[in-house]
């Protein structure tokens, strides 16, 4: 049977991701992230969304799709005028998501394949996801197809090795660990050490690069964005 090796070294059955994904899920949910006790995590989320927004420049008609939206957190700060599609694999998170907006749809499917006809969507997200699935190139085919020859797409990833060094720094001390008391030190839900190199060299055949910015802030670089247009 084959297998999957995460950054954090943890073999991972193909046939059964969706399983393993649900219970990364639960493990990793991201809603601890946007609601934790240390204001720092909370701030580092609300920069992603308001860059993510920002790129999007959402109107009150767009079709929007957020793919791997997870608990759908984007979608509180987009018009509720805008069509809203949320994508995900895992069915718990779009529980939560349908509990709290109702006004938009949730699909659950495989980003790399998606549901959808092409060129349907206004705006595109999958932010913080390229890192999570098996092929990153099938699903930036993916997005290319679905987004409107006129649209946007906005993806982001974590700088995998920016953020280790980071979590080294901190987590290898008592006051780190107290400030940070449950943020691991790899996470096992990562298959794809990002960069900003690697994501520019994935998108460059289908995508335009129109915008870049690092995240949280440009001093440091934990995460980076960008927004795309179509080729």
Sequence with gaps: MSKLLTLAGTEVEIQEIQTWNERMFRLYQSDRLYFHPNF?????????????????QVSPNDAVLDVGCGEGHLFAHLPRSARRVGIDLCRTALAVAGERYHNAEWVHG????????????????????????LNPDRLIREL??????????????????????????????????QLFPD??????????????????????????????????????GLGYGILCTPK
């Design 144 to 177: 290319f197809r679905v987004v409107k020859p006129t649209g946007r797409v906005v993806l982001t990833i974590p700088i995998e090795k920016a953020l280790n060094r980071v979590k080294d720094l901190m987590l290898t001390n008592p006051f780190g660990r």
């Design 40 to 56: 720092l995590i909370r701030k580092i989320q609300a920069r992603r969304i308001r860059t993510i927004v920002d790129f999007l």
């Design 183 to 220: 943020i691991p030190r790899r996470t096992e839900w990562h298959l794809t050490e990002y960069s900003p190199e690697l994501l520019q060299t994935q998108v460059r055949d289908l995508f335009c690069i129109e915008r870049a910015k690092q995240l949280p802030w440009s001093w440091l």
């Design 110 to 133: 495989d980003v790399h394949c998606m549901p959808f006809q092409s060129h349907l969507f206004d705006k595109v997200c999958c932010s913080e996801v390229l890192e999570h699935v």
